[in-house]
């Protein structure tokens, strides 16, 4: 993992974890990895819609 990525823990239903487990399996990625592309695609839809979110 890079050292410059913060950490963030999620806490979810164990259920959803393992069906999220199974979609990632069969996207050949990590539930990490799964999870960035999700929250990046919300982000874009999200931008797309309301306008670019300015950050530090």
Same mark, same amino acid.
């Given at each position: 993992?890079?050292?410059?990525?913060?950490?963030?823990?999620?806490?979810?239903?164990?259920?959803? =974890?393992? &069906?999220?487990?199974?979609?990632?399996?069969?996207?050949?990625?990590?539930?990490? +990895?799964? !999870?960035?592309? =999700?929250? &990046?695609?919300?982000?874009?839809?999200?931008?797309?819609?309301?306008?670019?979110? +300015?950050? !530090?």
């Amino acid at each position: 993992m890079r050292k410059d990525f913060p950490r963030y823990t999620l806490r979810i239903p164990k259920t959803m =974890l393992a &069906k999220l487990g199974y979609i990632s399996e069969r996207n050949g990625r990590t539930k990490n +990895k799964e !999870l960035e592309i =999700l929250i &990046k695609h919300h982000i874009a839809e999200f931008e797309r819609m309301h306008g670019e979110i +300015k950050t !530090l």
